[in-house]
């Protein structure tokens, strides 16, 4: 079954809305460029096809555009944010706290190089992986979410169509040598891991 005829399998098995019109390549060289990094063909084209999609309580963080009324004039913004950009929200936001205590840059970047890591352990072999997540140096790229705290990654090392599946939870991960549409499949298929998912049944 080639790409195009999993892809459809995928939107037909979840019932996914789909869009109306397909994304023009334009607004994927703008969205490649807010995130700094090419995407994966087979999420691309998931994404032209479908509004959102879900596999049972996992979403699949679908880019869209979004118009920003306020301030007036101000461009179009990306609802996929990345684990690094929360992180570095969360420390300007404990940062301002302290109004009146003065960090030099120095101090400011190695701080938050450290807090841009992620550490994993494999749920198989117990081996621990660290994962940089500093600026310009993302190594896992975030392409979905679960309500009970799971994170399903990309790693983003080599060509993005070559990216393996990660999926964190509580510090352990489950890596997949295959692409997201595959996995997705997989998991309608009760083939592949999915100790994060609390439902009983996705299919």
């Known amino acids: 079954m080639g790409l195009d005829e999993r892809v459809e399998d995928l939107l ?3 019932g996914a809305p789909r869009r109306r019109y397909p994304r023009r390549e334009q607004e994927w060289e703008l969205v490649e460029m807010m995130l700094g990094q090419r995407l994966p063909t087979d999420f691309k084209m998931l994404s032209d096809r479908c509004q959102e999609l ?5 979403e699949v963080h679908v880019p869209r555009l979004e118009e920003v009324s306020f301030p007036l004039g101000s461009p179009a ?3 996929l944010r990345t684990r690094l950009e929360e992180e570095v929200s969360a420390v300007t936001d404990g940062r301002a706290l302290f109004e009146g205590e003065v960090r030099s840059a120095e101090a400011m970047r190695t701080s938050l190089e450290e807090l841009g890591q992620v550490v994993l352990e494999d749920a198989d072999s117990g081996e621990r992986s660290v994962f940089s997540m500093a600026p310009g140096r993302f190594e896992l790229v975030p392409w979905g979410s679960h309500p009970s705290g799971a994170v399903g990654y990309w790693h983003a090392m080599g060509d993005p169509d ?6 964190s939870y509580c510090g352990v991960m489950w890596r997949e040598e295959c692409s997201l549409v595959d996995y997705l499949l997989r998991a ?3 083939g592949t891991p999915l100790p994060w998912l609390v439902e009983p049944s996705i299919a």
């Open 12 to 14: 037909s098995r979840t």
């Open 54 to 58: 879900r596999v049972g309580n996992l």
């Open 77 to 79: 913004r990306l609802n």
């Open 162 to 167: 070559q990216w393996p599946v990660v999926v």
């Open 188 to 190: 309608l298929d009760g």
